[in-house]
């Protein structure tokens, strides 16, 4: 059954009280939902819907909600055939939470998470227009981004995919993304709806997990930056893999029905994830479109056209259900104009590029910078020793359904070397060297060496085969990598497969130094011999080419030594170092993959001006901090990030970027670390025992230190806060005060907000949650009086006896400053109702 839920309290005036004097806010304690919710039945959708509907047949019917393979296909994520006998066109999915994720090339954009980094709504709205064009321009017609699920686990491999661990982050950012997108004419997908926060145990290739996670924490966390899409007017929702309380989130009465459709107003249509519909009966509890349908084989089960043509037939499922999923379709389609004939856009590669790179120096966050090591100036700038595959070789964006192509991306050493200039030495070395080198035909038997490549290649459609013994010459880690340029292979080491190439999930997202795809594995062995068997198999269009490549632990030792000896001859070390977050898997550690620790850990140790830039898309742990000068995280920085990294890098902009996600001390101290039943769960069941206290909320809770805290950014200026006043404002708070620039160089400030628990209140509450931020540029000894309005909603907890948003009523902490660990201003207010 399901609770019935108000939306709109009525009783008396909340009031809130200063230290100083008694101030009245009028208004309710839950604000209306942007979007009317539709009128019951038929009425609810245009004059042109409804003839639609009514003139389409059960089959025309029945494919509007299955999705199938594109006849004309540029790699897009689904299709949509339309009705051409009424002049229904065709609707074409991509994916696109970093970029349009087609076959063609488009503007690779820094990860969400760096956007979300910027806190910054203008930016946000950018980012979505290049997107949103990129997509018309590119003949799609809706997007499926962006992703808004909560950055719960730190391990979660597409925690770069979303905004943060933070409910007033993601909905601030994806309600302006949103509006972005969808201003150029491409409708928005918000998804995975919900509780989609770990990779583990997803679903889509095996069971699914059940999330069990109670009413207060389901409604104060996870479904705000969804409200907040749905708000601002996104045109379709997609629904997640994993369960919810025991029932699938795509045939989830109480998500789609009641909270999306009903209590929220949604106009739009749902979706499902690719493969994670379970019956023909979804349909009436809230689910309008299965993807991708019967069109994958049997990967993905048809589940929607043939069983739920037969249970029309039999009359199980009223077919009026079916004619509001497919009105709720027609009804985007109108909304946007893709029921008449439109001209697409072209491209904009220069102004999609402009902001790109706009983007990645606003989102970087300058975590450590002792002695003002950065920005490089002088003698620091003019003898540079830079380190990592990833400064040779640039790692653009993250794996799966977030990859794009993008026209060039330049490597972040020669972007250094360009801005450094001709009278600078710049030396480099990998550290790491990812590619390997071929494995010697005298460690193979037969001696033959696996290098299909130049004038040897696999023939196209065609199959190559080894099967031998490898010898080890002493025991220790090896990285083998299978580097080809498409098709698939396998590796197989005693008998087991330990390396799978040419699946939408295999591989690294960083290619070898001629350009092949390499899919890597780290296997301790043992010296002596070893079984080996590698098979692949060309393309049908095109010649392969095959390599299998090693680094043993010999060359790993050397390669850190000569990064070592490198960084020791200059003045500033600088050192690139990464991770691999994809779709499809989390990680299995929060430490940097590889040998990256020891290898940044030698150079810090030879140059103690080492500055380190990651390239990663969550949090890290950093045994290595304490030796180096500069952290700066430019997450995964788009198509543009070798050039905003050098700009940052050098000072020409000031790095104003803000954590959207605490980054732990230790693996041992986070908010899932010793309960497998919080991640990643036990016997598929996962409980949010943490409750509301995700991220930051439990750092402070539990008084954890973490190793930097949620809100945290540095810049290459300082700033003062003071005369902080709270007084009343349009349903809720108006808190003003005055931020200076007190360096000698201009820059931009976050200035946050957060509001203390209410006393007396029986239902968790954070000690502190951010209540409003506002971000702001300041010249030199420039000041500011800021204003941050905290709406009624920031004032209220949701009560899960009433089952709705109430005013958290009492002497309430009110604090302003640079983190949530750095707060300078602080006082109390009364609020009463």
């Known amino acids: ?209 059940n999330v069990n996670v109670d009413e207060q924490t389901l409604h104060e966390i996870e479904l705000p930056g969804f409200n907040a899409a749905v708000e601002a007017g996104a045109g379709a929702v997609m629904c997640s893999y994993n369960k919810v309380n025991g029932s699938y989130a795509c045939e989830n009465e109480q998500l789609l029905n009641s909270i999306l459709k009903e209590q929220w107003g949604f106009r739009g249509w749902v979706m ?120 040779r070789t640039p790692l653009v964006g993250g794996g799966g359904s977030a990859h794009v192509i993008p026209e060039s991306a330049k490597a972040p050493l020669d972007a250094i070397k360009a801005r450094a200039g001709s009278g600078a030495q710049v030396g480099y070395s990998v550290g790491e060297n990812l590619d390997g080198v071929p494995i010697p035909a005298s460690a193979l038997s037969p001696a033959t060496p696996i290098d299909r490549t130049g004038g040897d290649k696999v023939p196209a459609g065609q199959s190559f085969s080894y099967s031998g013994t490898l010898t080890v010459p002493e025991t220790g880690d090896y990285r083998l990598g299978l580097q080809t340029s498409g098709g698939s292979g396998t590796v197989t080491v005693d008998g087991k497969d330990v390396i799978t190439a040419g699946g939408f999930f295999s591989g690294s997202l960083i290619p070898t130094t001629d350009g092949l795809t390499n899919a890597p594995v780290t296997l301790k062995l043992t010296a002596g011999r070893h079984t080996l068997a590698v098979k692949t198999t060309a393309p049908a269009d095109a010649a392969q080419s095959v390599r299998l490549a090693w680094s043993t632990p010999q060359t790993v030792q050397a390669d850190i030594a000569t990064a070592a000896a490198t960084a020791k001859k200059a003045t500033t070390a600088v050192v690139f170092a990464y991770d691999e977050g994809t779709e499809g898997s ?100 996962e409980d949010y025992s943490e409750g509301i206290y995700v991220g930051y909320r439990w750092y402070d809770k539990q008084n954890v230190r973490p190793l930097f805290p949620f809100g945290h950014g540095l810049s290459y200026t300082t700033f003062s806060y003071h005369g902080l006043s709270v007084r009343p404002g349009r349903n809720g708070l108006e808190a003003t005060f005055t931020v200076t620039n007190t360096g000698r160089r201009a820059g931009q400030e976050v200035a946050q907000l957060y509001l203390g628990a209410a006393p007396g209140v029986s239902q968790p509450q954070a000690v502190r949650s951010l209540a409003g931020f506002q971000k702001i540029s300041l010249r030199p000894g420039e000041s500011r009086r800021v204003r941050i309005d905290v709406s009624e909603r920031r004032l209220s907890y949701w009560d899960s006896t009433s089952h709705r948003w109430t005013v958290g009523t009492g002497l309430r902490a009110v604090s302003v400053g640079s983190s949530s660990a750095d707060l300078r201003l602080n006082t109390r207010v009364e609020v009463t109702r």
Request: proline share 7%; no cysteine; hydrophobic share 40%.
């Open 586 to 685: 989390d990680r299995s550690s929060l430490s940097l993959p590889g040998n990256q620790n020891e290898l940044i850990a030698a150079v810090a140790k030879a140059n103690p001006r080492t500055v380190v830039v990651l390239n990663t898309g969550s949090s890290v742990t950093m045994p290595w901090l304490d030796g180096t000068a500069a952290v700066l995280d430019m997450y995964y920085p788009g198509q543009e990030g070798a050039e905003a990294t050098a700009r940052l890098l050098f000072g020409d902009v000031d790095p104003s970027g803000k954590l959207t996600q605490t980054f732990p001390a230790s693996e041992a101290r986070t908010p899932v670390a010793g309960d497998p039943r919080r991640f990643p769960g036990v016997d598929l069941q």
């Open 1 to 209: 059954m399901r609770r019935p839920v108000s939306r709109r309290r009525t009783g008396r005036a909340l009031r809130v009280t200063t230290l100083a004097a008694l101030m009245t806010l009028l208004g309710s304690a839950t604000a209306g939902p942007a979007i009317a919710a539709p009128a019951a039945g038929r009425s609810a959708w245009s004059a042109t819907v409804r003839s639609l509907v009514s003139a389409m047949t059960l089959d025309e019917k029945l494919t509007f909600v299955s999705g199938t393979s594109d006849p004309k296909a540029l790699g897009e994520a689904g299709y949509i055939p339309g009705v051409k006998r009424l002049g229904i066109p065709e609707l074409r999915l991509t994916d696109g939470p970093a970029g349009v994720r087609v076959t063609a090339h488009a503007t690779a954009m820094p990860a969400p998470v760096a956007l979300a980094s910027s806190f910054d709504e203008g930016l946000a709205r950018a980012y979505g227009r290049v997107i949103g064009r990129d997509g018309r321009a590119l003949g799609q017609d809706v997007l499926l981004a962006p992703m808004v699920n909560t950055i719960r686990v730190p391990y979660a491999g597409r925690n770069f995919e979303t905004f943060s661990e933070d409910p007033l982050v993601s909905s601030r950012t994806v309600a302006a993304e949103v509006g972005g997108i969808q201003s150029q004419g491409l409708i928005a997908t918000v998804k995975h709806y919900a509780e989609n926060n770990q990779e583990t145990d997803r679903g889509v290739f095996g069971p699914a997990v």
């Open 272 to 391: 499902s994830d690719w493969g994670a519909t379970h019956s023909a009966e979804a349909i009436t509890k809230g689910l309008d479109q299965e993807m991708p349908g019967d069109a994958y084989g049997p990967i993905f089960t048809a589940y929607f056209k043939e069983p739920l043509r037969t249970a029309l037939q039999d009359g199980k499922i009223p077919t009026s259900a079916l004619d509001e999923a497919v009105a709720r379709i027609l009804g985007q389609m109108e909304r946007f104009g893709l029921l008449k004939k439109q001209a697409r856009p072209s491209r904009d590669a220069v102004g999609g590029a402009r902001v790109a790179q706009t983007v990645a120096e606003s989102g970087a966050v300058l975590l450590r910078n002792q002695h003002d090591a950065l920005p490089l100036t002088g003698g620091a700038a003019k003898s540079i020793a830079v380190v990592g595959p990833t400064a």
